[in-house]
């Protein structure tokens, strides 16, 4: 049974809140004692409610806030309403609100799964004096467990005695467990003071409770489950406070709240199935549960951040996205951004120039160091936006371990230079006249002429008993397909294909000895 206490108010409003839900036919009044003559000769409105009892309190001009407003609930429907409204009679009365001709007003709800009435009065009594307020809401508990014969030190003993039963370990943990209780928990001094009602029920040395922490092992997959449920019931909730409900009432699960009521800084999990408690960030970040948008709403503003990202840093990769995203749990994935259970194909501006920049970042890990090399790069690559590309002088570690290599390979006249080099894993590509040999592998370009290769040695068939290339080497080093470009995370739009170079029909390719013909 609970009974809370709602703000006051100098001219009535709770009236009119009410009236309304009746209008919608969410309440109905089912109460309504000594307003005089008022509805007599009918059904008397919000409006004549409302100046009636604030011509009632004005006897009384030092109250400012003569509203008292309060909501009787039970558990489900454990409770009729004929029930529920007796006991709301003996609550009043326990309070000081049912005086011979205290005006009262009283509403049934049923807009909720549980049976809940409203009542309205005035907290001047009939004879003009202030009802007495203090310690208001401990006071109000203290009349329910009289109503209901509840020995609260004996129900509190009982609670913490199966707190204790529930893996925890930390004090943050134990209160969590108790606030889902409905207990107020705070230490101070060594010592745990345990309230309900407003009034401190027990008190408990702070060493009692800390040995009571257990370690617990992290079930990632429990937390995982937690993480799809929440996901799925906070887009079909409105508030935090349905969220909560939802969780209870279905999983038997609490959604405890640190910090504002209205913006709170993190969360617990009391999950009573399995007897534990789970700090909220392990499962999902209190921003992300809070986040009542439609899915619509959120893929909106994931593609607003990215548009955004790629307007911060024009050549930002695939992968240098998800990094900033993936503590969403969004991800992008051959132009589609994936968040939050949803998908959406992403612009095709934004598609083509993440698609655009995975191949410039595949282009510069060949650190370039001029322009012919960039230019052969990007055709290799299908990269249009050369001005984009960094030249870079600084050559890669083992740039120069790998051209002189290339030198003893031009140097030894009893090998075919073509052959050597296929079984060494560089690929031959030529661009207006230029001759390169591009490792994909070790990513090293090297411009032959530029390195003094004498390029006649390509043409040139190896001396009378040349020494053969090993089948095997040969074998290992088949024309070289490139099928690491994808990005880390996923890939993009350009992951429909496979990218191949050196293929033996690319007339670019020197292995073609056509090309070598003057």
């Known amino acids: ?25 969410a309440a109905r009044l089912i109460e309504m004692c000594n307003f005089g003559a008022l509805g007599t000769f009918g059904r008397p409105t919000a409006g004549e409610l409302t100046k009636y009892l604030m011509e009632y309190s004005s006897q009384n001009g030092r109250i400012r806030k003569a509203q008292f407003h309060v909501a009787v609930s039970c558990k489900g429907h454990e409770m009729s309403e004929t029930e529920l409204l007796e006991f709301t009679h003996r609550y009043l009365a326990e309070m000081g609100y049912m005086e011979p001709g205290q005006p009262l007003l009283v509403y049934s709800h049923h807009d909720t799964d549980n049976t809940h009435l409203h009542a309205i009065t005035s907290r001047i009594a009939p004879d003009g004096r ?3 307020h203090s310690h ?13 014969g509840t020995d609260r030190k004996q129900k509190t003993d009982k609670d913490i005695e199966n707190a204790r039963q529930y893996t925890f370990s930390s004090f943050a943990q134990f209160k969590a467990i108790m606030s889902s209780m409905g207990y107020e928990t705070y230490r101070k001094d060594g010592t745990v003071f345990i309230k309900y009602g407003g009034k401190v029920q027990r008190e408990i040395p702070l060493e009692d409770i800390e040995a009571l922490y257990k370690s617990g ?15 799925k019931y906070r887009d079909t909730c409105t508030d935090k406070e349905e969220l909560q409900k939802e969780m209870k009432e279905k999983f038997g699960i609490d959604l405890v709240f640190f910090g504002r009521r209205d913006s709170p800084f993190g969360y617990m999990v009391v999950d009573h199935a399995q007897k534990t408690v789970i700090h909220g960030a392990r499962v999902l970040s209190v921003d992300e549960l809070l986040d009542f948008a439609t899915p619509e709403e959120r893929l909106d503003r994931m593609e607003d951040f990215i548009d955004r990202l790629l307007t911060l840093n024009p050549k930002i990769t695939q992968s240098e996205i998800y990094s900033k995203i993936r503590r969403q749990h969004a991800y992008i994935k051959k132009g589609v951004v994936y968040f ?3 998908s959406r194909p992403l612009k095709p501006f934004m598609a083509e120039a993440i698609d655009r920049n995975n191949r410039i970042a595949w282009v510069e890990r060949f ?15 299908k990269v249009s936006r050369t ?8 050559r890669p570690g083992d740039y120069n371990e790998a051209v002189e290599r290339l030198h003893e390979i031009f140097a030894d006249d009893t090998v075919s230079v073509k052959a050597e080099l296929y079984a060494e894993g560089f690929t031959l590509r030529e661009q207006n006249g230029t001759a390169f040999a591009i490792d994909f592998k070790r990513h090293i370009i090297v411009n032959l002429a530029d390195e003094g290769f004498d390029l006649e040695r390509l043409k040139r068939k190896a001396a009378h008993g040349q020494r053969q290339v090993p089948s095997q080497a040969k074998t290992a080093h088949r024309p070289f397909r490139l099928t690491g470009l994808k ?12 990218w191949e170079v050196g293929r033996k029909d690319d007339t670019d390719d020197l292995d073609n000895s056509q090309q070598l013909k003057r």
Do not use: W
């Open 387 to 394: 001005d984009l590309v960094s030249l870079t002088p600084e």
């Open 130 to 132: 202030k009802i007495a």
């Open 1 to 25: 049974m609970i009974a809370t206490i709602l703000p006051g108010s100098a001219n009535f409003h709770a009236v009119g809140y009410n009236e309304r839900k009746v209008s919608k036919g």
């Open 136 to 148: 208001e809401r401990r006071r109000s508990q203290e009349a329910i467990d009289r109503i209901l």
């Open 217 to 231: 092992r992290m079930d990632r997959m429990r937390c995982r489950q937690l993480r799809g449920i929440l996901f």
């Open 340 to 342: 939050g259970g949803t």
């Open 487 to 498: 990005d880390a995370v996923g890939g993009s739009q350009s992951e429909k294909r496979e």
């Open 367 to 381: 650190r370039p160091a001029t322009e012919a090399e960039r230019d052969m790069l990007c055709r290799v690559f």
